[in-house]
């Protein structure tokens, strides 16, 4: 029985940052942003959206009634939790209306843990194949106005319906993980925003990609020429492009030509958004299915994930003949309707989200026009609504 990915949906703001613009503002050359870290617009998350709206908002476009029905297990892997206690996917599991006899957790292991999910969810449908488990990687990443990391912010939620028998992508049983204690990115409880090692984290992601990725390989017997793609976890789209070149000696010359175009269309739409911690390599996986017309039934597709702190897992999934009808169509419109915001305007947004203290707060959700809102807090309770319920 073959069980994966059967839906992928995607949710982000409908504002964002041009990064040329971003980078005049604080007085870099606009090509250190666009080339030197590989992105060109930047999602700007308004206050009216947290990690459980975007999530909610995520999922519930490509949801069935008879989706609902076989869901019984629902994961929601953040690190943008909106509560020391009580999962996210509580709140999630309300807003879509899913069965009260579902199982509802949230994990966290930063950029990492929505593959930590898709690994429980795909167990959990082995043994129980006539039900559902729907997976959503949902985060705003904040590291600060005038950081070293602010350009590479963003934010959005990824959600992801696994089943057996899956329309999109059947997953290999098989992968290599490691995990280790390194202090590269982290986030104590007191902060709002992350701190982070940049450079020693980006040699940590490529260490742990050579490790996982040839210890996949040697495990399995396999060679990089048995891939027809790979696809990465982008907190940036240079990185995922370093990692790669780092392993391109191991192919042909034909063959890293192959897999460096794929790597285009896998980077396209994280482009335009951002880091979105737990959903940035589904997000790419998304956009490599979306963009890329090269493609076909059957082909192998390598999954590298990685989270700070450190873990990391490379596995691999196989593309089946209807893997179109079960990807987000619509995304590609989305993206190109929202609306440019200012520098300063961005600004405003990034410092009016929800404080984190006692008092109660309203927010101003006018102009959002996502179906599922945030409006502010009531006694210390997160208050959110269905705008079209």
């Known amino acids: 029985m073959q069980v ?14 041009d990064m040329a613009e971003l980078a005049n ?28 709206t975007l999530a909610a908002n995520a999922a519930y476009p490509m949801l069935t009634a008879a989706d609902i029905a076989a869901i019984d297990l629902l994961v929601v892997a953040t690190e943008s939790g909106v509560d020391n206690s009580k999962a996210a996917a509580i709140y999630v599991a309300q807003l879509l209306g899913l069965n009260r006899r579902v199982r509802t957790i949230e994990m966290k292991e930063a950029c990492y843990a929505a ?20 997976v959503i990687g949902t985060d705003i990443a904040r590291y600060g106005l005038h950081t070293s990391g602010e350009p590479t912010q963003g934010g959005g939620a990824l959600a992801m319906l696994i089943s057996a028998n899956p329309q999109v992508l059947a997953l290999d049983t098989n992968s290599v993980m490691l995990s280790q204690d390194v202090m590269d990115f982290w986030r104590p409880l007191y902060h709002t925003t992350a701190l982070v090692d940049g450079k020693y984290s980006s040699n940590i992601y490529i260490d742990y990609f050579q490790d996982v990725f040839k210890g996949y390989l040697a495990e399995q017997d396999m060679s990089i020429a048995d891939f027809t793609a790979l696809t990465f ?56 299915l979306l963009t890329d017309a090269t493609l076909k039934p059957n082909d192998l597709i390598g999954l590298f994930s990685y989270g700070s702190g450190a873990e990391g897992e490379f596995y691999a999934g196989r593309l089946q003949p209807a893997y179109q009808q079960g990807l987000d169509l619509g995304l590609p419109q989305r993206l190109a309707r929202r609306q440019r915001v200012s520098v300063a305007e961005y600004e405003r947004l990034f410092n009016g989200q929800l404080a984190w203290n006692d008092t109660d707060q309203v927010i101003d959700y006018a102009d959002d026009p996502h179906r599922f809102v945030l409006t502010g807090q009531k006694a210390e309770q997160h208050q959110y609504l269905d705008t079209q319920a």
């Not at 994966?4 to 940052?17: C, E, M, P, Q």
């Not at 940036?236 to 492009?241: A, E």
């Open 233 to 288: 976890h982008l907190p940036y789209t240079k990185m995922g492009l370093k990692a790669l070149r780092s392993v391109l000696p191991l192919a042909t010359m034909d063959q890293q030509a192959a897999l460096l175009a794929h790597f285009e269309h896998a980077r396209h739409f994280n482009r335009q958004v951002g880091n979105l911690y737990t959903g940035s390599l589904y997000l790419s996986l998304l956009s490599l």
């Open 4 to 17: 994966g990915i059967d839906k992928l949906h995607f949710a982000t703001s409908h504002l964002y940052v």
């Open 25 to 52: 503002a604080r007085d870099e050359a606009p090509d250190k942003y666009l080339i030197g870290i590989g992105q060109s617009k930047m999602a700007v998350i308004p206050p009216s959206q947290d990690a459980v």
């Open 115 to 134: 593959t930590a999910g898709v690994q429980l969810a795909q167990d959990h449908v082995r043994v129980h194949p006539d039900k559902k488990a729907l």
